[in-house]
């Protein structure tokens, strides 16, 4: 049971049953430090990161990419589920609700970050887009392939993401947004329709 008065536009995007969500950040507790990996892949301060790498010619590039993986790879060790996220997970696979996850980082490493997580098998591998698999958020391209996918509509999505550009991304598809911010400071509210600090108070929400 909700311990919060819910307004009825925000009961109804909890009711829809079909539900992408980001990784890093999200549904794990925060191990990217963004500013190291972009000091060790010399990326500009403030410059997103694959928009640098996408910005260099390919020979100079593939090293790059090389180390960003290695880098992540050797984070999935430290990877450990924000509060709540495995219950979240089971809940909405319970009730019959599709989930994806769309992310920056590769394919391969969020199959093992999920895995990790004790997620393994919640999530069908198609429907896991990675960097190689959509353009990268905050274009809605994932989004959409997920919607063509599930055979539904953005109007029946939900996009649950900790950062700017998963809930530009939610807006830009027409999906509704979930702003997940464990400091709750919810930086940017004309971007979300539901903040939570938490995928437990997420799950919390959800109606019964
Ligand atoms: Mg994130």
Not at 1 to 10: G, H, I
Not at 108 to 117: F, N, T
Request: hydrophobic letters at 40%; a negative charge.
């Amino acid at each position: 049971m909700s311990n919060r008065t819910l307004t009825d536009k925000a009961e109804a995007i909890l009711a829809r049953n079909h539900w992408v969500f980001d990784l890093d950040g999200t549904l794990t507790l925060p191990v990217h430090d963004f500013s190291v990996i972009r000091q060790a892949l010399g990326v500009p301060d403030g410059i997103d990161i694959l928009g640098y790498l996408a910005s260099l010619p390919g020979p100079e590039a593939q090293p790059l990419h090389d180390k960003l993986t290695a880098i992540e790879t050797e984070l999935l060790e430290r990877i450990a589920p924000a509060p709540g996220t495995v219950q979240l997970i089971e809940a909405l696979q319970r009730r019959g609700s599709r989930i994806g996850i769309l992310t920056r980082n590769t394919r391969d490493i969020a199959v093992r970050a999920l895995d990790s997580l004790g997620l393994g098998g919640y999530f069908p591998e198609e429907c896991i887009l990675g960097r190689d698999d959509a353009l990268p958020k905050p274009d809605p391209e994932g989004l959409f392939q997920l919607c063509a996918m599930w055979g539904t509509i953005p109007a029946e999505m939900v996009m649950v993401g900790d950062y700017v550009f998963d809930l530009q991304t939610g807006r830009n598809a027409g999906v509704a947004t979930i702003h997940v911010d464990r400091t709750r400071r919810f930086l940017w509210p004309e971007l979300t329709d539901i903040g939570v600090s938490t995928p437990e108070e997420l799950l919390q929400m959800l109606p019964a």
